[in-house]
Every structure is written in C-alpha cells, then in structure tokens.
C-alpha cells in the first residue's frame, strides 16, 4: 500500500519561506517522479514542484519558479520542497505526488498524499 505523506506546513508572513517534506512508504522515492501539487479555496489545483526520477531533473511552474527548490533530501528519504519569498497567493493546500518518470510533463500522478496547509500573511 502506497502512503505520501506531507509536512511543514503552517502559518508564514509574506516574504518569508517555508520548507516542505513528503516522505513515502510502499515505494522507494528514488525510482519515481515526485511532485507537488497545490490548491487554492476557489481556485484550480496547480502543479507547481516536480523531480524526476531518471535525471532528477526539475520543473516548476511559472507562479513559483526562482522561488521554489524541489529536491531529493538523502538523509530522511524525503523529497522537499523549500519555498522563499512566500507571497499570499501561494496560500493553499499542499499535496505531495508520485509517478511514473512522464508525470513532470503530464501533471498526471499515480500517487497521492494527504495534504499540508501553507498560509501566508500579507
């Protein structure tokens, strides 16, 4: 059974940072694209963090681009997402995912994990 669990969540001001954690069970992190997904009160759910699994290659979206950093933390077997210079409409559920080695491109995930809220104060 496939468990993402996400973490670090919380409450920051406006140009602040935060880091993010997913940590799995069921598969091995390594062998998968992970992502990061988020979604807004009223809003589409965006892809905004991914790594692949081949090259670890990394893809953000536009809205995040320059201010997050996806990366394969070793040491915990995490695969975090440190976020910086935090704006309020980056406020949002985020969600930790996993995929097949496409999933970077397709935005389509094969896992999904619980989420953790992020909330930044203007």
């Known amino acids: 059974d496939v468990q993402l669990q996400a973490s670090g969540g919380g409450l920051v001001q406006a140009g602040g940072s935060l880091n993010l954690s997913c940590i799995a069970s069921?598969?091995?992190?390594?062998?998968?694209?992970v992502g990061w997904f988020r979604q807004a009160p009223g809003k589409e759910r965006e892809g905004v963090a991914c790594?692949?699994?081949?090259?670890?290659?990394?893809h953000y979206s536009d809205s995040v681009r320059g201010r997050f950093t996806i990366f394969h933390d070793n040491t915990k077997g995490t695969v975090d997402p440190q976020m910086r210079s935090l704006k309020p409409e980056d406020t949002a559920l985020y969600s930790c995912?996993?995929?097949?080695?496409?999933?970077?491109?397709?935005?389509?995930?094969?896992?999904w994990g619980q989420g953790t809220h992020v909330t930044v104060s203007s």
């Open positions: 069921g598969i091995t992190v390594e062998d998968y694209a």
């Open positions: 790594i692949m699994s081949s090259d670890r290659s990394k």
């Open positions: 995912t996993a995929g097949l080695w496409s999933m970077c491109y397709t935005n389509i995930p094969n896992y």
